[in-house]
């Protein structure tokens, strides 16, 4: 995952250690207020290594992916959606999932990385529902009816979206 934005946060408190977690599409990087800005650019590199590298070690690839497709697409769909690719992308920031009907290609936000499977599963599901009904009409939501969290998907995709435009609490660290 590639954040967009990184802040650093220095703390009188802190003495020696150095950590670093992502809020939403930002990496907050805390470390001691003493530090020189030449330790700090090192640091900030080093805790992005390794949050990437932790965030690498938890989601599945795309070849894991497009089994996922074909396993969701048999339980719920009698096998019928065949996508001709599935992958992960980095560019959808305003969309967890895109189809390409004509081509048969799914596209997975970056951004559902590290979220539920079911969530994850739901993303997939819709996506490949559309390559049985390319709009959002009654046919396309009868389809998605199949999946028991479906509205439990849909309800926790909006609350990331509203945490998201929430202001940040003063002083509040969720480390």
């Known amino acids: 995952m590639t954040a967009s934005a990184i802040e650093v946060r220095r703390s009188a408190r802190r003495r020696r250690t150095v950590s670093a977690y992502r809020e939403g599409d930002r990496t907050i990087v805390l470390i001691p ?30 070849g894991e992916l497009a089994e996922r497709a074909r396993r969701l697409s048999a339980q719920y769909f009698d096998g019928r959606a065949r996508p001709a690719s599935v992958r992960w992308v980095t560019n959808q920031n305003t969309r967890w999932g895109s189809c390409t009907p004509a081509e048969g290609s799914i596209r997975l936000s970056h951004r559902l990385q590290g979220m539920p499977e079911y969530v994850v599963d739901y993303v997939l599901l819709h996506e490949l529902a559309h390559l049985l009904v390319p709009g959002h009409g009654p046919d396309f939501w009868r389809l998605l009816e199949a999946y028991p969290r479906t509205e439990r998907a849909r309800g926790y995709l909006e609350g990331v979206v509203a945490a998201a435009r929430l202001p940040q609490l003063p002083g509040a660290r969720a480390e």
Do not use: F, P, Y
């Open 33 to 62: 207020a003493r530090m020189s800005e030449a330790e700090e650019r090192r640091w900030v590199t080093v805790m992005l290594d390794k949050l990437a590298a932790q965030e690498n070690r938890r989601t599945i690839g795309d």
